[in-house]
Nanobody, 120 residues
């Protein structure tokens, strides 16, 4: 049974930093990713990473967000710096069992989400 459990969300001021984590279990996932949804907006694919380490990062966060994983702990991370109010939203961890891993492809398994709020 697929299980993705996020942690690390919170409230920060603009310019602040947060690290999100996601423990993934249940299947042999080839792709993991972070998605977000702001109030009254469509869900956005933030960043994805394949088992071999290839990443796909949205232009809106490139240079500020870094996706990486700890294979030994089956944990996915999203390091976020220079946060902006427009980064506010619920951040979801998601997974696919097959390639390709790029953001344009649908992800099958989802966590419950963790709230990130950037506000002064």
């Amino acid at each position: 049974q697929a299980q993705l459990v996020e942690s690390g969300g919170g409230s920060v001021q603009p310019g602040g930093s947060l690290r999100l984590s996601c423990v993934a279990s249940g299947y042999n996932y080839r792709c993991l990713g972070w998605f977000r949804q702001a109030p009254e907006k469509e869900r956005e694919a933030v960043a994805t990473i394949g088992r071999e380490g290839t990443t796909d990062v949205a232009d809106s966060v490139k240079g500020r967000f870094t996706i990486f994983k700890d294979n030994a702990k089956n944990t996915l991370h999203l390091e976020m710096i220079s946060l902006k109010p427009e980064d506010t939203g619920i951040y979801y961890c998601a997974a696919r069992v097959s390639y390709p891993c790029a953001r344009i492809y649908p992800y099958t398994y989802w966590g419950q989400g963790t709230q990130v709020t950037v506000s002064s």
